[in-house]
């Protein structure tokens, strides 16, 4: 089919610029001549704008730009994911989930539950740890200092659930007190509570008694070392510290047997200070101890030993704690120092010592009253020295034979005065002999009392030296 219109030899396509043959009536993108094509040796115009009367090339043109769209979309989709995926602890929850077409609240991760419930730490992200030094760290790198309490803080009740199975009560015949295992077979005490004791018995956390050797002493630090004759292979120990890092205000526990029967008591105070008493460090806190705490041991938050409890101040928030460091010097076999005992120290005299058996408290009672007796006896022999010196000055004139703590004590021995009274000064004589006779039957009647309480001769001789009446012939 033959068009007068068709040019020479082939049209242009309007619609999409092709050259087709003038004998072809239709292009083959479906346009249509319709009599107004250019001929093909003619400069096609300028079609970057299609027509808008050619609605299938906007189509084409649109579908490429879409797919080019899309393409840029899902290329920077992937790289802004894989960056925020890769960033360290970041799990790339929501970028996936928006990915997903998932909605912002179906994206957001679930609230996790407060610390203090113990939730578990989200097993994804990767576990840190702000104290220890990163591996691979510079050897010479300044790393701070370790915290007091590890990375894993034990709660209170876990740490003294923990220690308590290796704190003991020892009982000797002279009293109670407390102690704790540092091995399977070594317990820590102090002197007081053992006492002269050789052998003690130890009553474990749970009930069970056994006995125990005083292998080592130091007076000076009031530390006692005991070695159990049957121990046990699971036997639970307390590890020692040390007190010297110890500081004003941080957080200690004490833990013991306090009257007596009251064991395994756990009491919680800060640290007040460090003492120097005798050449011994002390550990002063106002943790609550009370008679029967004496041999314990005194934790930090960390369940490691800094000192054995010593003696407290009942009610007045006023303790103190023999510093470990002296009984890891006695375990090792080192030579305590010379000097005063730690325990017979006037200015700490007055602590509370051990709980006293009824027997002890018998005996303390009965010094008591000794030594006020002879204290009093002691200031009326005073007064009777005057008296015997104005007498012997002006009544006597003989010689005394002998050596006498006090001169007066010549009366109760008949071959030491030899001479005689002076006429007129009898009654002065029937006097002064009466007075030396009551403070005589005072100090025998005192002496009798203070063995029948069963005071120590020791003792009781101590208390005649101090009031300058030990005097051997008072039973003549």
Same mark, same amino acid.
């Given at each position: ?15 999409? *610029? ?16 319709? *009599? ?32 080019? =769209? ?21 799990? *790339? ?18 609230e996790a539950p407060p610390a203090s419930l ?18 691979? =760290? ?12 590890? %990375?894993?803080? %034990? ?25 704790? !295992?540092?091995?399977?077979? &070594? ?11 050789? &052998? ?7 009930? %069970?008694?056994? %006995? ?10 009031? #530390? ?30 004490? &833990?013991g047997t306090p009257l007596g029967f009251l ?6 105070? &800060? ?15 106002? =943790? ?19 000192? #054995? #409890? ?13 510093? /470990? ?44 009253? $000794? ?24 009544? $006597?004139?003989?010689?005394? =034979?002998?050596? !006498? ?23 002065? !004589?029937?006097? /002064? ?5 009551? #403070? ?15 005071? $120590? ?13 030990? $005097? ?5």
């Amino acid at each position: 089919m033959t068009d007068d219109r068709l040019p020479a030899f082939s049209w242009i396509c309007s619609a999409c *610029g092709r050259h087709v043959p003038k004998n072809v009536l239709a292009c083959r993108c479906g346009f249509r001549f319709d *009599g107004t094509a250019q001929p093909a040796d003619v400069t096609v115009p300028n079609r970057s704008v299609a027509p808008a009367s050619q609605p299938r090339a906007r189509g084409a043109f649109g579908i490429l730009a879409a797919g080019a =769209a899309i393409a840029g979309v899902l290329v920077g989709a992937f790289y802004w994911t894989k960056l925020h995926t890769d960033a360290p602890g970041q799990l *790339g929850v929501v970028e996936v989930g928006a990915a997903q077409g998932a909605t912002a609240a179906d994206a957001a991760p679930e609230e996790a539950p407060p610390a203090s419930l113990g939730a578990p730490p989200d097993a994804a992200a990767p576990l840190t740890n702000d104290v220890l030094p990163p591996a691979g =760290a510079s050897p010479g790198r300044a790393e701070p200092e370790p915290p007091e309490l590890p %990375t894993d803080a %034990t709660s209170l009740e876990d740490l003294v659930g923990r220690v308590l199975p290796a704190v003991v009560t020892i009982q000797t015949p002279a009293g109670r007190g407390s102690g704790f !295992f540092v091995a399977p077979d &070594i317990i820590l005490t102090n002197v007081h509570v053992v006492t002269t004791s050789r &052998i003690v018995t130890v009553r474990r956390f749970d009930g %069970t008694m056994t %006995t125990a050797r005083v292998e080592k002493q130091s007076d000076a630090f009031d #530390i006692a070392v005991l070695r159990v004759l049957d121990p046990l292979a699971d036997q639970a120990t307390i590890p020692m510290g040390s007190a010297a890092s110890a500081r004003a205000g941080q957080e200690v526990i004490a &833990i013991g047997t306090p009257l007596g029967f009251l064991q395994n008591t756990v009491t919680r105070g &800060i640290v007040s200070g460090l003492r120097q008493v005798d050449g011994a460090t002390l550990v002063q806190t106002d =943790a609550s101890i009370n008679p029967g705490n004496s041999g314990g041991p005194l934790l930090d938050r960390r369940g490691v030993a800094i000192g #054995i #409890i010593k003696s407290g101040y009942e009610g007045r928030g006023l303790s103190f704690a023999v510093a /470990i460091e002296h009984a890891r010097t006695l375990l090792g076999g080192q030579a305590p120092p010379a000097g005063v005992s730690a325990r017979g120290s006037e200015e700490y005299r007055a602590l509370s010592p051990a709980v006293a058996s009824p027997g002890e408290q018998r005996r303390l009672e009965g010094l008591k009253a $000794y030594e006020q007796t002879i204290a009093e006896l002691a200031r009326r022999a005073d007064a009777l020295d005057g008296h015997w010196r104005s007498f012997q000055g002006a009544c $006597y004139a003989g010689r005394i =034979a002998g050596s !006498f703590d006090r001169d007066w004590f010549a009366l109760f021995d008949p071959r030491a005065m030899q001479g005689s009274v002076s006429p007129g000064c009898g009654p002065a !004589f029937v006097d /002064i002999r009466r007075e030396a006779l009551d #403070i005589r039957d005072g100090v025998v009647g005192a002496d009798e009392r203070a063995r029948q309480a069963d005071v $120590y001769p020791g003792a009781r001789r101590d208390a005649l030296r101090r009031g300058k009446l030990d $005097y051997q012939g008072w039973n003549k």
